[in-house]
């Protein structure tokens, strides 16, 4: 499982959502927006937080602790 964090670099949901990916143990890369603008048009990404897991747009803005660990406990 692939798992990016597309964010600006002033996103403060970031840490918590990094934290919580940790928690859960789901390895994952931080997308920075600022610098890959390709990758942002590519998903249509417009605010910051994103996740995307192999390459599909899972959460828009920051979902709910519950919801990510629902998410990632199911496709463990």
Not at 5 to 17: D, E, F, N, R
Not at 47 to 75: C, H, Q, T, W
Request: glycine share 6%.
């Amino acid at each position: 499982m692939n798992v990016d964090i597309a964010v600006t670099k002033t996103c403060h949901h970031c840490p918590l959502i990094e934290a919580e990916l940790k928690k859960l143990g789901v390895p994952y890369s931080i997308r920075y927006m600022e610098d890959d603008v390709e990758f942002q048009n590519k998903h249509n990404i417009k605010g910051s937080p994103n996740i995307l897991v192999d390459g599909e747009l899972v959460f828009r803005g920051m979902p709910a602790i519950s919801d990510l660990r629902a998410y990632f406990k199911k496709k463990a």
